[in-house]
């Protein structure tokens, strides 16, 4: 894997395992943002109001150094880090895995927790779409009308992604670029008159 890409998962995907009794269902979903992570668990804490427990793990950035694992009341580390130790086995980021139980009378022990843990949430990424994704850096092109064509062709040859347009006296493209293409493509931009190319965010 080059330094620029990275895998995810494509959309949610969905997991179940069941051990004497207690039953634990796990979600994954693609995310990009902490916010996200939030909503994520509020809604499955609301839809799933009379479960015990609601543990999860995430893992956001290429880098991978944005991470989290939560055993929400369960034993300390048999349920957040069996979730993590998934994502990071599998290589994913960008995701979240939240694995609800419901207790079936019977105590599992740390060792049963811990493989109950893991194997659902190893069920939900078996049952997830795996994508290859590249880091890009989102740009702003700003250009007087004059030059379209040229920035025109420059889109057309490189083909960067186009996220969004506003054709006016003077003009605006968004962009959205690989990042091993970013400093060739945008030299490009700046050599045409009166081009200004704004560096955004990375994705």
Same mark, same amino acid.
């Given at each position: 894997? @080059?330094?620029?890409?990275?895998?995810?998962?494509?959309?949610?995907?969905?997991?179940?395992?069941?051990?004497?009794?207690?039953?634990?269902?796990?979600?994954?979903?693609?995310?990009?943002?902490?916010?996200?992570?939030?909503? !994520?668990?509020?809604?499955?804490?609301?839809?799933? *109001?009379?479960?015990?427990?609601?543990?999860? &793990? *995430?893992?956001?950035?290429?880098?991978?150094? #944005?991470?989290?694992? #939560?055993?929400?009341?369960?034993?300390?580390?048999? &349920?957040?880090?069996?979730?993590?130790?998934?994502?990071? %086995?599998?290589?994913?980021?960008?995701?979240?895995?939240?694995?609800?139980?419901?207790?079936?009378?019977?105590?599992?022990?740390? %060792?049963? +927790?811990? !493989?109950?843990?893991?194997?659902?949430?190893?069920?939900?990424?078996?049952?997830?779409?795996?994508?290859?994704?590249?880091?890009?850096?989102?740009?702003?092109? !700003?250009?007087?009308?004059?030059?379209?064509?040229?920035?025109?062709?420059?889109?057309?040859?490189?083909?960067?992604?186009?996220?969004?347009?506003?054709?006016? +006296?003077?003009?605006?493209?968004?962009? @959205?670029?690989?990042?091993?293409?970013?400093?060739?493509?945008?030299?490009?931009?700046?050599?045409?008159?009166?081009?200004?190319?704004?560096?955004?965010?990375?994705?």
């Amino acid at each position: 894997m @080059s330094d620029d890409t990275y895998k995810t998962i494509a959309e949610k995907s969905e997991g179940i395992y069941k051990e004497k009794g207690s039953k634990f269902i796990a979600y994954a979903y693609p995310v990009s943002s902490e916010e996200e992570i939030k909503e !994520h668990i509020a809604k499955l804490k609301k839809e799933y *109001y009379d479960a015990r427990h609601h543990c999860y &793990a *995430y893992m956001l950035g290429a880098d991978k150094k #944005n991470f989290r694992a #939560n055993d929400d009341g369960e034993p300390s580390s048999t &349920a957040g880090k069996p979730i993590l130790g998934q994502i990071l %086995s599998n290589d994913l980021t960008n995701i979240l895995i939240i694995v609800i139980r419901y207790f079936g009378g019977t105590k599992l022990g740390v %060792s049963g +927790l811990i !493989h109950a843990y893991k194997t659902a949430a190893a069920e939900t990424i078996e049952n997830a779409e795996i994508l290859d994704k590249t880091v890009n850096d989102i740009y702003e092109i !700003h250009f007087d009308y004059l030059v379209m064509n040229d920035i025109m062709k420059i889109i057309k040859d490189d083909q960067p992604e186009q996220l969004g347009q506003d054709f006016n +006296l003077t003009c605006k493209i968004t962009l @959205s670029i690989r990042q091993s293409e970013v400093d060739r493509i945008i030299e490009k931009f700046k050599k045409i008159t009166s081009v200004k190319a704004e560096y955004i965010h990375t994705i």
